[in-house]
């Protein structure tokens, strides 16, 4: 008897792994616990008569494990011992304190739902012990061994309430009692005799506590498949991207910023000198006023800029016979090559600018990159420069 209640104790709790298995939400310590009352009568299974019946109220306390196997301790006490007269005591005649396992055959069988189901069908079994207050016999305390069927209807939105009907038979597992009177003969062997059981039926309620996953039962959790995970991580890593490009065209235009605010700095403190000579010496009247700044290095021309642009664009348009040459200019640091190259890419950008935003006829506009230079101005950074020549007049 022994190996069979082993063998199983083993089976039940072989279904938590099994059941881990279906995507559950991980339960705490705290998680699926419940309490009930009942109330219930009983009668010796050998003498069944009706005017034999012996009622009970108990308590139970438990959790379950899984939707399928859990576990509780239920106490019954019997205020009454017809078809046994073991006891002289005048009101509370005995009492059982049994262990059970439960196994929920609606979810073994039929898969969990999310929730439990509005009425399911649980087993139970185990073993306890047994007291006879004021006792007839020589002995009080005896082994006992339960096992019945819970019917249960489990109600509201929340499922939190369950109401269950529950017929049992209950052994006493150390007490042989061939006689009617239950006499005993007891030699501390572990049997199941039915003149030493009594068939139960209870009728009861349990409350089951909330858990931290904001129900009263186990909850599925909510998980996604592989490719909807690659599908965010490639957006996640798409966004990453974007983001460092952003930051990348923050600090450059912080730059620029920087180096507008240079240059502002830098007209509001010197005087402009007036352009008296060029390159070979040779003064030119037909020479424009505005020019087109740049910073170091560069070779585009910054919004700040635009202005002297627009006043070139405004006179084209005003002398449509008018041809335009655009000189880029390099300040004399770095090196020869480079810089030739650097007073050609800011004459181009020049010329783009009228063409692109200002609709000037791409004919009209002739560029000339004259390499570096310290003499257009007595400020050296003012030589970076694109200067207009109206090559008409």
């Known amino acids: 008897m022994k190996k069979s209640i082993l063998m199983l104790a083993v089976a039940l709790m ?20 419940f309490i009930g009352i009942n ?26 494990w899984t939707p399928v196997a859990g576990w509780m301790i239920t106490g019954d006490f019997y205020l009454n011992d017809k078809g046994f007269d073991c006891s002289n005591a005048s009101t509370l005649k005995g009492m059982n304190l049994d262990f059970l396992g439960t196994l929920n055959l609606s979810n073994w069988f039929g898969g969990y739902q999310g929730q439990p189901r509005a009425f399911e069908v649980i087993a139970l079994g185990g073993i306890g012990w047994g007291r006879i207050f004021d006792s007839k016999i020589d002995r009080k305390n005896d082994m006992f061994s339960k096992i ?16 269950y009907i529950e017929p049992s038979i209950n052994y006493n597992l150390t007490r042989d009692d061939p006689t009617v009177n239950f006499i005993s003969t007891a030699d501390n062997t572990i049997h199941f005799n039915l003149n030493s059981s009594a068939l139960q039926l209870t009728l009861g309620v349990n409350y ?4 931290s996953n904001g129900t009263h039962h186990f909850k599925y959790a909510d998980l996604r498949d592989q490719s909807e995970i690659d599908a965010l991580n490639d957006k996640i890593n798409a966004l990453k991207s974007e983001s460092i490009a952003k930051d990348k065209r923050i600090a450059q235009d912080i730059r620029r910023i920087a180096d507008l605010q240079d240059s502002l700095e830098a007209a509001k403190n010197v005087k402009p000198t007036i352009i008296n000579k060029v390159v070979n010496k040779v003064v030119n009247n037909n020479v424009l006023q505005p020019t087109v700044i740049f910073g170091q290095g560069k070779s585009t021309v910054d919004a700040a800029q635009m202005a002297s642009v627009a006043m070139i664009a405004k ?28 007073s050609e890419a800011r004459a181009t950008s020049v010329k783009n600018a009228l063409v692109k935003r200002y609709g000037i006829a791409e004919s009209r506009l002739t560029i000339q990159g004259m390499g570096a230079t310290d003499e257009l ?8 420069v694109a200067t207009f020549t109206d090559t008409t007049k």
């Open 14 to 33: 072989s279904l938590q792994p099994a059941y881990s298995q279906k995507a559950l939400v991980e339960s705490k310590s705290s998680d699926n616990w």
């Open 39 to 64: 109330g219930g009568v009983s009668m010796k299974t050998t003498h069944n008569s009706m005017k034999n019946l012996n009622p009970s109220v108990g308590l139970r306390f438990g959790r379950n």
């Open 148 to 163: 019945g069927l819970d019917f249960a209807f489990n109600l509201g939105s929340s499922r939190a309430w369950q109401i």
């Open 208 to 211: 089951k506590f909330g858990n």
């Open 315 to 342: 006179y084209m348009k005003n002398h449509p016979e008018s041809k335009i040459l655009i000189k880029g200019y390099a300040s004399p640091e770095g090196n020869p090559e480079l810089n030739q190259k650097l």
């Open 377 to 384: 101005f007595d400020e050296i950074d003012f030589n970076r």
